[in-house]
């Protein structure tokens, strides 16, 4: 922690850990999905947010949960952008855009976001080009496999070191793209090819990660790995999700990616002076 992240205007201040509210438009989404899918309803949920104490708001308008369909590129960009253009100029923060597609990409810079925040860290083809081309910090996440079959037997001899070997090599593909290393965050994917052990392991080897030097962004909330450890459904989850939000913090993350806002704060105003 310790530096700024200029997001198009818009500034991360990670001297102390930040939080990510999300904010799904998708129809299927494991959590939310299609609470959000009109645009006064996701002006107001961002607003909420916002006023919770999230520090940035991650705007998906695609399912990556594990199963998820794919939408075409045309579905995606009606849904994110006419709220990315309203969110701008709407709340203080910063605004990100989960996206993989390099035309989206291209158009939530248009419409002024702040951040991209990809879950394939820019492998699909042009993506690389796009994020060097808007000149916006990214972040890179490790997903093994696609969406509708990450979860198949995933396998690892050591995942930290493996998550971190390509949390590496994709950051360098970056820098060697033109995307300077201050504009980098990286998150390890908890659930995004990976199991409870996996999960597990990852969580306890953070420090391991942050050593890269990276802001680590982490995303835990309500996944499968707190309803396995709580026994929890989803809408159930906000206590082990917290928990784990603090300990990700504890252990080297400079950003939370979640859905319960403000109890997520108010636990981190408590660590903060510890850290």
């Known amino acids: 922690m310790g530096r700024a992240i200029d997001c198009a205007g818009k500034t991360l201040d990670l001297s102390r850990p930040l939080v990510m509210g999300i904010l799904n438009i998708t129809p299927d989404s494991f959590s939310d999905g299609g609470h959000f899918l009109s645009l006064n309803a996701a002006c107001r949920r961002a607003v909420q947010?916002?006023?919770?104490?999230?520090?940035?708001?991650?705007?998906?308008?695609?399912?990556?949960?594990?199963?998820?369909?794919?939408?075409?590129?045309?579905?995606?960009?009606?849904?994110?952008?006419?709220?990315?253009?309203?969110?701008?100029?709407?709340?203080?923060?910063?605004?990100?855009?989960?996206?993989?597609?390099?035309?989206?990409?291209?158009?939530?810079?248009?419409?002024?976001?702040?951040?991209?925040?990809?879950?394939?860290?820019?492998?699909?083809?042009?993506?690389?080009?796009?994020?060097?081309?808007?000149?916006?910090?990214?972040?890179?996440?490790?997903?093994?496999?696609?969406?509708?079959?990450?979860?198949?037997?995933?396998?690892?001899?050591?995942?930290?070191?493996?998550?971190?070997?390509?949390?590496?090599?994709?950051?360098?593909?970056?820098?060697?793209?033109?995307?300077?290393?201050?504009?980098?965050?990286?998150?390890?994917?908890?659930?995004?090819?990976?199991?409870?052990s996996h999960n597990l392991a990852l969580l306890a080897g953070l420090p391991r990660l942050a050593d890269f030097g990276w802001p680590l962004l982490v995303g835990l909330s309500r996944k499968s790995m707190i309803g396995a450890l709580t026994g929890r459904p989803v809408a159930e989850r906000i206590h082990g999700s917290v928990t784990a939000a603090v300990l990700a913090v504890e252990r080297g993350a400079s950003v939370v990616r979640v859905h319960d806002v403000r109890p997520t704060v108010e636990a981190l105003r408590v660590l903060a002076p510890l850290l």
């Open 49 to 196: 947010m916002v006023e919770d104490g999230a520090d940035i708001i991650d705007v998906g308008g695609e399912s990556t949960r594990p199963g998820a369909a794919t939408v075409s590129a045309d579905e995606e960009l009606r849904r994110v952008v006419p709220v990315i253009e309203a969110l701008v100029g709407e709340v203080p923060v910063p605004i990100s855009v989960d996206t993989s597609r390099p035309e989206v990409i291209r158009a939530a810079a248009g419409a002024g976001v702040g951040l991209i925040n990809d879950i394939r860290a820019l492998r699909r083809p042009g993506a690389l080009a796009a994020a060097a081309e808007v000149a916006l910090p990214v972040c890179l996440m490790h997903m093994r496999g696609e969406p509708g079959t990450m979860q198949e037997a995933p396998h690892y001899d050591d995942v930290v070191a493996e998550v971190g070997a390509f949390l590496r090599e994709r950051a360098a593909c970056c820098e060697a793209a033109g995307i300077p290393r201050e504009q980098l965050l990286v998150d390890p994917g908890f659930g995004f090819g990976k199991n409870l």
